[in-house]
Protein backbone atom coordinates (compact mmCIF):
# COMPACT_ATOMS: atom_id res chain seq x y z
CA UNK A 1 0.00 0.00 0.00
CA UNK A 2 1.62 3.28 -0.78
CA UNK A 3 2.16 6.33 1.47
CA UNK A 4 0.96 9.80 1.62
CA UNK A 5 3.82 12.71 0.89
CA UNK A 6 3.72 15.89 1.92
CA UNK A 7 6.31 17.98 0.66
CA UNK A 8 6.96 21.24 3.45
CA UNK A 9 9.20 24.37 1.39
CA UNK A 10 8.46 25.63 -2.42
CA UNK A 11 12.03 26.52 -3.04
CA UNK A 12 14.39 25.76 -5.40
CA UNK A 13 15.32 22.52 -4.39
CA UNK A 14 11.65 21.59 -4.13
CA UNK A 15 10.18 22.81 -7.24
CA UNK A 16 13.19 24.71 -9.15
CA UNK A 17 11.22 27.69 -8.58
CA UNK A 18 13.20 30.56 -7.21
CA UNK A 19 11.74 34.59 -7.72
CA UNK A 20 9.11 34.05 -9.52
CA UNK A 21 10.82 32.03 -12.06
CA UNK A 22 12.94 28.91 -13.27
CA UNK A 23 16.20 28.92 -10.97
CA UNK A 24 19.32 29.66 -12.64
CA UNK A 25 21.53 26.83 -11.37
CA UNK A 26 21.24 22.93 -12.11
CA UNK A 27 18.12 22.00 -10.51
CA UNK A 28 15.57 24.52 -12.42
CA UNK A 29 13.37 21.33 -12.39
CA UNK A 30 13.54 20.98 -8.68
CA UNK A 31 14.27 17.49 -6.92
CA UNK A 32 12.04 16.83 -4.13
CA UNK A 33 8.77 17.46 -6.04
CA UNK A 34 10.00 15.51 -9.25
CA UNK A 35 11.17 12.62 -7.27
CA UNK A 36 7.77 12.01 -5.59
CA UNK A 37 5.96 12.80 -8.74
CA UNK A 38 7.83 10.23 -10.09
CA UNK A 39 7.06 7.61 -7.00
CA UNK A 40 3.45 8.26 -7.62
CA UNK A 41 3.94 7.37 -10.66
CA UNK A 42 5.61 4.35 -9.81
CA UNK A 43 2.85 3.57 -7.07
CA UNK A 44 5.02 4.19 -4.05
CA UNK A 45 3.70 7.33 -3.07
CA UNK A 46 -0.24 8.07 -3.14
CA UNK A 47 -1.48 11.53 -2.05
CA UNK A 48 0.82 13.97 -2.78
CA UNK A 49 0.59 17.67 -1.18
CA UNK A 50 2.95 20.70 -0.66
CA UNK A 51 2.87 23.81 1.51
CA UNK A 52 4.39 26.99 1.89
CA UNK A 53 4.15 30.11 3.39
CA UNK A 54 2.46 32.47 0.43
CA UNK A 55 -0.28 31.17 -1.22
CA UNK A 56 -0.36 33.63 -4.47
CA UNK A 57 3.06 31.65 -5.44
CA UNK A 58 1.12 28.87 -6.16
CA UNK A 59 -0.17 29.35 -9.40
CA UNK A 60 3.45 30.51 -10.71
CA UNK A 61 4.32 26.90 -8.94
CA UNK A 62 1.82 24.62 -10.97
CA UNK A 63 2.90 26.81 -14.68
CA UNK A 64 6.42 26.27 -13.75
CA UNK A 65 5.89 22.35 -12.91
CA UNK A 66 3.97 21.80 -16.03
CA UNK A 67 6.81 23.20 -18.61
CA UNK A 68 9.69 21.63 -16.60
CA UNK A 69 7.86 17.86 -15.61
CA UNK A 70 4.66 17.80 -16.44
CA UNK A 71 5.34 19.05 -20.22
CA UNK A 72 8.57 17.51 -20.54
CA UNK A 73 8.24 13.77 -19.38
CA UNK A 74 5.57 11.00 -20.32
CA UNK A 75 2.88 10.13 -18.12
CA UNK A 76 3.92 12.97 -15.14
CA UNK A 77 1.17 14.40 -13.19
CA UNK A 78 1.90 17.52 -11.69
CA UNK A 79 -1.10 17.93 -9.61
CA UNK A 80 -0.63 17.99 -5.62
CA UNK A 81 -2.97 19.60 -2.78
CA UNK A 82 -0.91 22.81 -1.99
CA UNK A 83 -1.37 25.00 1.14
CA UNK A 84 -2.36 27.82 2.30
CA UNK A 85 -4.81 28.52 -0.51
CA UNK A 86 -3.49 30.74 -3.73
CA UNK A 87 -5.69 33.82 -1.99
CA UNK A 88 -3.80 33.54 1.59
CA UNK A 89 -0.57 36.12 1.02
CA UNK A 90 1.31 34.95 4.22
CA UNK A 91 0.65 32.27 6.67
CA UNK A 92 4.12 30.45 8.46
CA UNK A 93 1.71 28.12 9.87
CA UNK A 94 -0.14 26.77 6.75
CA UNK A 95 2.10 23.12 7.02
CA UNK A 96 0.17 22.99 10.27
CA UNK A 97 -3.19 22.16 8.33
CA UNK A 98 -1.42 20.15 5.35
CA UNK A 99 0.33 17.99 8.15
CA UNK A 100 -3.54 17.67 9.50
CA UNK A 101 -4.52 15.99 6.59
CA UNK A 102 -2.19 13.33 6.81
CA UNK A 103 -2.00 9.56 8.82
CA UNK A 104 -0.01 8.20 10.85
CA UNK A 105 2.72 6.34 9.09
CA UNK A 106 2.87 9.15 6.01
CA UNK A 107 5.77 10.79 4.83
CA UNK A 108 6.85 14.30 5.25
CA UNK A 109 10.17 16.24 3.40
CA UNK A 110 10.84 19.38 4.90
CA UNK A 111 12.73 21.76 2.87
CA UNK A 112 12.57 25.09 4.70
CA UNK A 113 14.73 27.92 6.16
CA UNK A 114 17.30 26.09 8.52
CA UNK A 115 15.94 27.98 11.90
CA UNK A 116 12.60 26.60 10.95
CA UNK A 117 13.42 22.54 10.50
CA UNK A 118 13.03 21.96 14.53
CA UNK A 119 9.36 23.16 15.06
CA UNK A 120 8.23 21.79 11.50
CA UNK A 121 9.98 18.50 12.31
CA UNK A 122 8.48 17.99 15.81
CA UNK A 123 4.85 19.06 14.61
CA UNK A 124 4.95 16.31 11.82
CA UNK A 125 6.74 14.11 14.52
CA UNK A 126 4.00 14.49 17.01
CA UNK A 127 1.16 13.62 14.25
CA UNK A 128 2.88 10.07 13.59
CA UNK A 129 4.67 10.93 10.33
CA UNK A 130 8.50 9.97 9.13
CA UNK A 131 9.86 12.94 8.77
CA UNK A 132 13.06 13.57 6.08
CA UNK A 133 14.83 16.97 6.58
CA UNK A 134 17.35 18.90 4.67
CA UNK A 135 20.61 19.42 6.19
CA UNK A 136 21.35 20.98 8.30
CA UNK A 137 18.58 18.57 10.37
CA UNK A 138 18.62 21.42 13.08
CA UNK A 139 20.92 24.35 14.50
CA UNK A 140 21.57 23.21 17.84
CA UNK A 141 22.67 19.99 19.64
CA UNK A 142 19.16 20.97 22.32
CA UNK A 143 17.18 20.54 19.54
CA UNK A 144 18.71 17.55 18.00
CA UNK A 145 18.78 15.86 21.17
CA UNK A 146 14.68 16.52 21.63
CA UNK A 147 13.54 15.73 18.14
CA UNK A 148 15.40 12.43 18.77
CA UNK A 149 13.64 11.83 22.24
CA UNK A 150 10.19 12.51 20.03
CA UNK A 151 10.94 10.60 17.19
CA UNK A 152 11.80 7.07 19.65
CA UNK A 153 8.48 8.23 21.67
CA UNK A 154 6.53 7.99 18.53
CA UNK A 155 8.63 5.24 16.87
CA UNK A 156 8.50 7.22 14.11
CA UNK A 157 11.70 7.26 11.37
CA UNK A 158 13.51 11.11 11.42
CA UNK A 159 16.63 11.46 8.98
CA UNK A 160 18.55 14.34 7.17
CA UNK A 161 18.85 14.14 3.18
CA UNK A 162 22.68 14.22 2.63
CA UNK A 163 22.43 12.73 -0.70
CA UNK A 164 26.28 12.09 -0.73
CA UNK A 165 25.44 9.20 1.20
CA UNK A 166 23.99 7.53 -2.15
CA UNK A 167 27.23 8.81 -4.09
CA UNK A 168 28.48 5.65 -5.41
CA UNK A 169 31.86 7.17 -5.24
CA UNK A 170 31.45 8.30 -1.64
CA UNK A 171 29.68 5.06 -0.82
CA UNK A 172 33.36 3.61 -1.88
CA UNK A 173 35.21 5.94 -0.01
CA UNK A 174 34.06 5.31 3.21
CA UNK A 175 34.16 1.79 3.26
CA UNK A 176 37.73 2.36 2.16
CA UNK A 177 38.45 4.43 4.92
CA UNK A 178 37.41 2.05 7.73
CA UNK A 179 40.41 0.35 6.41
CA UNK A 180 42.93 2.54 6.69
CA UNK A 181 43.73 2.37 10.28
CA UNK A 182 43.63 6.11 12.69
CA UNK A 183 42.24 8.91 11.21
CA UNK A 184 44.28 11.49 10.82
CA UNK A 185 43.74 14.20 8.41
CA UNK A 186 40.20 15.44 6.36
CA UNK A 187 39.78 18.36 4.75
CA UNK A 188 36.74 19.84 2.39
CA UNK A 189 36.19 22.10 0.26
CA UNK A 190 32.12 23.06 -1.09
CA UNK A 191 31.30 26.13 -2.86
CA UNK A 192 28.36 27.74 -4.82
CA UNK A 193 28.25 30.92 -6.94
CA UNK A 194 27.40 34.56 -5.83
CA UNK A 195 24.39 34.15 -7.31
CA UNK A 196 23.22 31.93 -4.39
CA UNK A 197 23.42 35.45 -1.89
CA UNK A 198 20.13 36.39 -4.09
CA UNK A 199 18.51 32.91 -3.95
CA UNK A 200 18.61 32.94 -0.36
CA UNK A 201 18.36 36.56 0.69
CA UNK A 202 15.66 36.20 2.98
CA UNK A 203 17.41 33.85 5.03
CA UNK A 204 20.89 34.22 4.50
CA UNK A 205 22.67 35.70 7.73
CA UNK A 206 19.30 36.12 9.42
CA UNK A 207 18.33 32.74 10.22
CA UNK A 208 21.67 30.74 8.81
CA UNK A 209 24.88 30.75 7.71
CA UNK A 210 26.63 29.09 5.03
CA UNK A 211 28.55 26.93 7.40
CA UNK A 212 25.07 25.04 8.16
CA UNK A 213 23.89 25.03 4.55
CA UNK A 214 26.99 23.46 2.97
CA UNK A 215 29.69 22.36 5.30
CA UNK A 216 26.98 19.67 6.69
CA UNK A 217 27.36 17.47 3.87
CA UNK A 218 31.15 17.03 4.58
CA UNK A 219 30.48 16.72 8.16
CA UNK A 220 28.32 14.18 7.53
CA UNK A 221 30.54 12.35 5.33
CA UNK A 222 33.25 12.29 8.00
CA UNK A 223 31.36 11.32 10.75
CA UNK A 224 29.72 8.44 8.66
CA UNK A 225 33.33 7.01 7.89
CA UNK A 226 34.92 7.96 10.71
CA UNK A 227 32.91 7.27 13.24
CA UNK A 228 33.00 3.94 14.51
CA UNK A 229 36.41 4.86 15.32
CA UNK A 230 37.12 8.67 15.82
CA UNK A 231 35.10 11.39 17.56
CA UNK A 232 35.20 15.17 17.21
CA UNK A 233 36.41 16.68 20.98
CA UNK A 234 37.14 20.55 19.78
CA UNK A 235 35.88 23.06 17.11
CA UNK A 236 37.24 26.36 16.44
CA UNK A 237 35.78 28.47 13.39
CA UNK A 238 37.35 31.16 11.24
CA UNK A 239 35.64 33.73 8.52
CA UNK A 240 36.25 35.86 5.46
CA UNK A 241 34.04 38.91 4.88
CA UNK A 242 32.93 41.97 2.72
CA UNK A 243 30.86 40.31 -0.83
CA UNK A 244 27.64 39.48 1.51
CA UNK A 245 28.16 42.64 3.40
CA UNK A 246 28.19 44.71 0.78
CA UNK A 247 24.96 43.37 -0.40
CA UNK A 248 23.93 44.73 2.63
CA UNK A 249 23.53 40.43 3.93
CA UNK A 250 24.89 40.02 7.49
CA UNK A 251 26.23 37.18 6.91
CA UNK A 252 29.87 35.52 6.55
CA UNK A 253 31.46 34.53 3.04
CA UNK A 254 33.38 31.15 3.36
CA UNK A 255 33.48 29.85 7.29
CA UNK A 256 36.45 27.20 7.93
CA UNK A 257 35.21 24.78 10.90
CA UNK A 258 38.84 23.17 12.55
CA UNK A 259 38.10 19.94 14.05
CA UNK A 260 40.29 18.44 16.35
CA UNK A 261 39.49 14.67 16.49
CA UNK A 262 40.29 11.58 18.75
CA UNK A 263 40.99 7.89 17.58
CA UNK A 264 39.12 6.41 20.80
CA UNK A 265 41.05 2.81 20.86
CA UNK A 266 44.76 4.82 20.64
CA UNK A 267 43.56 8.35 21.73
CA UNK A 268 45.93 9.37 18.72
CA UNK A 269 44.68 12.87 17.52
CA UNK A 270 43.54 14.08 14.42
CA UNK A 271 42.40 17.33 12.29
CA UNK A 272 39.11 18.12 10.51
CA UNK A 273 39.11 21.59 7.82
CA UNK A 274 35.54 22.12 6.68
CA UNK A 275 34.99 25.10 4.17
CA UNK A 276 32.11 26.15 2.63
CA UNK A 277 31.29 29.37 0.33
CA UNK A 278 28.68 30.84 -1.27
CA UNK A 279 30.62 33.75 -3.13
CA UNK A 280 33.00 31.81 -5.96
CA UNK A 281 32.27 33.11 -9.69
CA UNK A 282 30.17 31.32 -12.43
CA UNK A 283 32.67 28.35 -13.83
CA UNK A 284 31.98 24.99 -15.40
CA UNK A 285 29.65 23.80 -12.22
CA UNK A 286 27.10 25.19 -9.64
CA UNK A 287 28.68 23.49 -6.54
CA UNK A 288 32.82 22.73 -6.75
CA UNK A 289 32.96 19.93 -3.87
CA UNK A 290 35.90 18.12 -3.33
CA UNK A 291 37.19 16.10 0.02
CA UNK A 292 40.83 14.79 1.14
CA UNK A 293 41.00 12.06 3.76
CA UNK A 294 44.04 10.70 5.56
CA UNK A 295 44.41 7.94 7.53
CA UNK A 296 47.11 6.23 9.17
CA UNK A 297 47.46 3.75 6.68
CA UNK A 298 46.11 5.29 3.42
CA UNK A 299 44.52 8.35 1.66
CA UNK A 300 41.15 9.02 -0.35
CA UNK A 301 41.02 12.19 -2.71
CA UNK A 302 37.45 13.02 -4.81
CA UNK A 303 36.84 15.62 -6.99
CA UNK A 304 32.66 15.32 -6.54
CA UNK A 305 32.39 18.33 -9.06
CA UNK A 306 34.61 16.71 -12.28
CA UNK A 307 33.11 13.12 -13.24
CA UNK A 308 34.99 13.52 -16.34
CA UNK A 309 32.10 14.48 -18.37
CA UNK A 310 31.66 17.83 -20.08
CA UNK A 311 29.56 19.75 -22.70
CA UNK A 312 29.85 23.09 -24.36
CA UNK A 313 27.11 24.69 -26.12
CA UNK A 314 26.25 28.00 -28.11
CA UNK A 315 23.76 28.49 -25.29
CA UNK A 316 25.48 27.84 -22.17
CA UNK A 317 29.08 27.62 -22.64
CA UNK A 318 31.07 24.88 -21.16
CA UNK A 319 29.86 23.24 -18.28
CA UNK A 320 31.02 19.59 -16.72
CA UNK A 321 27.96 17.76 -15.85
CA UNK A 322 27.05 14.94 -13.11
CA UNK A 323 24.10 13.11 -14.20
CA UNK A 324 24.65 10.80 -11.60
CA UNK A 325 22.91 13.34 -8.98
CA UNK A 326 20.24 13.49 -11.45
CA UNK A 327 19.18 12.76 -15.14
CA UNK A 328 17.13 15.05 -16.05
CA UNK A 329 17.02 14.87 -19.62
CA UNK A 330 14.41 12.38 -20.67
CA UNK A 331 15.38 8.94 -22.45
CA UNK A 332 14.26 8.68 -26.83
CA UNK A 333 10.87 7.84 -26.00
CA UNK A 334 10.26 10.64 -23.32
CA UNK A 335 10.74 8.78 -20.30
CA UNK A 336 11.94 10.21 -16.76
CA UNK A 337 14.78 7.98 -16.32
CA UNK A 338 16.50 9.45 -13.45
CA UNK A 339 15.66 7.09 -10.60
CA UNK A 340 19.36 5.56 -10.77
CA UNK A 341 20.40 9.48 -9.81
CA UNK A 342 21.64 9.80 -5.59
CA UNK A 343 19.41 12.85 -5.36
CA UNK A 344 16.81 10.62 -6.33
CA UNK A 345 17.57 7.41 -4.21
CA UNK A 346 18.15 9.70 -0.85
CA UNK A 347 14.44 10.51 -1.38
CA UNK A 348 12.88 6.82 -2.57
CA UNK A 349 14.70 5.09 0.11
CA UNK A 350 13.11 6.97 2.68
CA UNK A 351 9.80 6.55 1.87
CA UNK A 352 10.62 3.27 1.44
CA UNK A 353 12.14 2.88 4.64
CA UNK A 354 9.48 4.37 6.65
CA UNK A 355 6.62 2.59 4.33
CA UNK A 356 7.97 -0.50 5.79
CA UNK A 357 8.09 1.17 9.50
CA UNK A 358 4.76 1.51 8.76
CA UNK A 359 3.48 -1.82 7.58
CA UNK A 360 5.59 -3.04 10.51
CA UNK A 361 8.51 -4.92 8.71
CA UNK A 362 11.53 -4.06 7.92
CA UNK A 363 13.90 -2.20 5.26
CA UNK A 364 17.06 -3.53 3.81
CA UNK A 365 20.06 -2.75 6.04
CA UNK A 366 22.33 -1.75 3.93
CA UNK A 367 19.19 0.93 3.41
CA UNK A 368 18.96 1.73 6.69
CA UNK A 369 23.20 2.41 7.36
CA UNK A 370 23.23 4.49 4.28
CA UNK A 371 20.01 6.52 6.24
CA UNK A 372 21.03 9.53 7.96
CA UNK A 373 18.91 8.78 11.10
CA UNK A 374 18.52 11.13 13.78
CA UNK A 375 20.24 9.50 16.12
CA UNK A 376 23.19 8.83 14.32
CA UNK A 377 24.13 12.36 13.22
CA UNK A 378 24.04 13.87 16.96
CA UNK A 379 27.65 14.53 16.60
CA UNK A 380 27.00 16.25 13.12
CA UNK A 381 24.51 18.99 14.77
CA UNK A 382 27.38 19.51 17.28
CA UNK A 383 30.16 20.44 15.15
CA UNK A 384 27.89 22.85 13.25
CA UNK A 385 26.87 24.37 16.39
CA UNK A 386 29.76 24.82 18.37
CA UNK A 387 31.48 26.17 14.82
CA UNK A 388 28.62 29.06 14.72
CA UNK A 389 29.36 29.30 18.95
CA UNK A 390 32.79 29.81 18.16
CA UNK A 391 32.47 32.48 15.38
CA UNK A 392 30.13 34.38 17.22
CA UNK A 393 32.90 34.30 19.56
CA UNK A 394 35.89 35.86 17.73
CA UNK A 395 36.97 32.50 17.71
CA UNK A 396 36.74 30.52 20.94
CA UNK A 397 37.58 27.36 21.13
CA UNK A 398 34.22 25.04 22.22
CA UNK A 399 34.59 21.71 23.49
CA UNK A 400 32.33 19.17 22.51
CA UNK A 401 31.05 16.94 25.67
CA UNK A 402 30.41 12.75 26.20
CA UNK A 403 28.49 11.27 28.63
CA UNK A 404 29.68 8.02 30.00
CA UNK A 405 28.13 5.88 27.80
CA UNK A 406 30.02 8.19 24.69
CA UNK A 407 27.21 9.57 23.93
CA UNK A 408 27.63 13.62 23.29
CA UNK A 409 25.38 15.15 25.54
CA UNK A 410 26.59 18.58 25.27
CA UNK A 411 28.81 22.02 24.35
CA UNK A 412 31.08 24.00 26.68
CA UNK A 413 33.22 26.76 25.57
Known amino acids: MSVNALMIGTGEYTTGFVHDRASGSDKSAGVVALTLMDLRRRGIVGRLAMAGTNGTRFPGIRQHLQAQI ?43 PDDTHFDIAMDAVRHGCHVLVAKPLVKTLDQHLALTDAARRQDVLVAMEVHKRWDPIYADARDRVRGLGDFSFFQSWMSQPKTQLDTFRSWAGHSSDISYYLNTHHIDFHVWAAGAFARPVTVRAVAATGVAESREMPTEDTITLVVEWRNTSSGNLGTGLYTSSWIAPKSDVHSQQRFFYMGHTGEVDVDQAHRGYTVATDDNGFGSLNPLFMKYRPDAAGNFVGQSGYGYRSIEDFVLSATAKRDGGNDEPSVRDRLATVESTVEVTAILEAGRRSLDQQGSVVTIEYDDSGAVCGLMN
Not at 92 to 98: I, L
Open 70 to 112: GAVYNDMAVDCATYPADDVGNDPQAYRSAVATLDAGDVVVVFT
